[in-house]
């Protein structure tokens, strides 16, 4: 019986030193905010050696097995292009070095592989383009380029309208149900490769894809889940601001920030105002923003989750700071309901819809903005507690590991390429010092890719 109730103490004091463990601290000053980006630093590292251990020249590593997953039949090298700003930005020198020397010496597209042209967009050529304007590294901007042209084939399509898919041997091209955010989040990344190759057709492709989607919104001013890329006929009218749509939204609002696009400031001034007059949904001191559909502006479903949950930092980004405030701490509260956030929420009946977890970042990134923009001390808080129920549900020996479910925890086989260039790199920047990034230089892709502004060739 002694035996049994010392145990029990026993247990109760390791509990109680892992939980005071886990606490974040209750105020962040500057110097907490500087050891809470260093305990950042340490965690892209630990990751990014978990993937130089079980994956090295693979797209991903999945974490559980500790296997090396790839997208295609050949890797094109998904983690290292984009981690490698994030490396540079932490100050990882050493495996910014290796990761560009990987990237520079096995990086080739001239693969017989049909790939999304989208992801490869935001990803790849974001990453080598950001990777280029910091290490001036030729070799890198030569890459831009190759994956350029052998994507351009894409927008051949009666619209204009992008190819879901495009092979980068043949330019070949698949896939015609698509969606504003496939059309609409590729100008910020072909403009700077034209930009910095003086080839305007980047610029101009990519653009026409943004106007023909902004030309088929419904007189709401809105824009449907998903078209035809060959009729460019609308195939979903359901009008929202999460996946699919979403970065379609960033697009117009960051092409006018970092081209001075006069036509794209015009483009985001209609369409934020019938983002907030159809879908914003104001309950009490409350604030979400539901679903609707685009021609009617009828209400639809009480739907968010992760991915809508960069809307805060897009609207104090273009200057909303008092709904950027209250979209943040209604998604905070979506993320405490259960210590991290699901994939999709019903906030009217305050229920998972689905609970996995994809390790996304665009909470955090909100947090980012509104830290920088807003300067109020509650945004490094609450990225502190966010930072802690990440690590303590996350992580595990050799890396970060999505979740299966937020609610029992079980973990998923998975650790995207985007953990390392934005969860972390707007955790970093969140608790770093400001000059760790000066915002008013580049425009971050939805990637979080930094762009620097160039001038015309
Ligand atoms: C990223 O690839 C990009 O942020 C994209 O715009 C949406 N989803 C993921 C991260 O969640």
Known sequence: MKLHRMFVSLM???????????????????????????????????????????????????????????????????????ALDTLILAGLKDEANEARELIVTRLSFDQDIYVKHFEITIRLLGGLLSGY?????????????????????????????????VNLRSGKTRGSESNP????????????????????????????????????RGKTGLVGASFDVVSGKWLDTDSHIGGGIDSYYEYLWK????????????????????????????????LWYRHADMH?????????????????????????????????????????????????????????????????????????????????????TIGAQMFTDFRRHCRNDVGYTALKSVITKERKDSMESFVFAETFKYFYLLFAPKNALDLDAVVFNTEAHPLRRVATK
Not at 32 to 46: F, G, M, N
Not at 257 to 284: E, Y
Not at 345 to 360: E, I, N, T
């Open 12 to 82: 109760l004091m390791a509990c109680a030193c892992v939980s005071a463990k886990a606490q974040p601290p209750a105020s962040i000053d500057a110097a907490a905010s500087a050891k809470l980006a260093d305990e950042v630093r340490e965690e892209v590292r630990h990751a990014w050696s978990g993937y130089k251990q079980y994956a090295w020249g693979h797209d991903d590593l999945a974490p559980l097995s500790k296997r090396a997953h790839d997208w295609y039949a050949q890797s094109l090298l998904m983690t290292p292009v984009d």
């Open 133 to 165: 304007q910091l290490t001036h590294d030729e070799r890198l901007l030569k890459l831009a380029d190759d994956l350029g042209t052998r994507l351009l084939p894409a927008f051949d399509s009666p619209t204009g309208l992008p190819w879901v898919e």
């Open 181 to 216: 955010a496939e059309s609409g989040t590729l100008l910020l990344e072909y403009g700077t490769l034209a930009r910095l190759t003086g080839k305007s057709i980047y610029y101009d492709k990519a653009k026409r894809a943004l106007v023909e989607t902004y030309n088929r």
């Open 255 to 286: 092409c006018w920030k970092l081209f001075g696009d006069k036509d794209c400031l015009a483009m985001w001034q209609t369409s934020i105002a019938a983002v907030n007059r159809h879908l914003a949904d104001p309950r009490g001191n409350e």
């Open 296 to 380: 009617s502006g009828k209400a639809g479903q009480t739907e968010y989750g992760s991915l809508h949950a960069f809307f805060p930092g897009l609207l104090a980004y273009s200057g909303d700071l008092p709904r950027a405030r209250k979209l943040e701490e209604a998604s905070l509260r979506m993320w405490q309901q259960n210590g991290i956030e699901p994939e999709s929420f019903d906030y009217a009946q305050f229920k998972v819809l689905d609970p996995s977890y994809a390790l996304r970042p665009e909470i955090i990134e909100s947090a980012f903005y509104l830290n920088r923009l807003d300067g109020a001390p509650r945004w490094r």
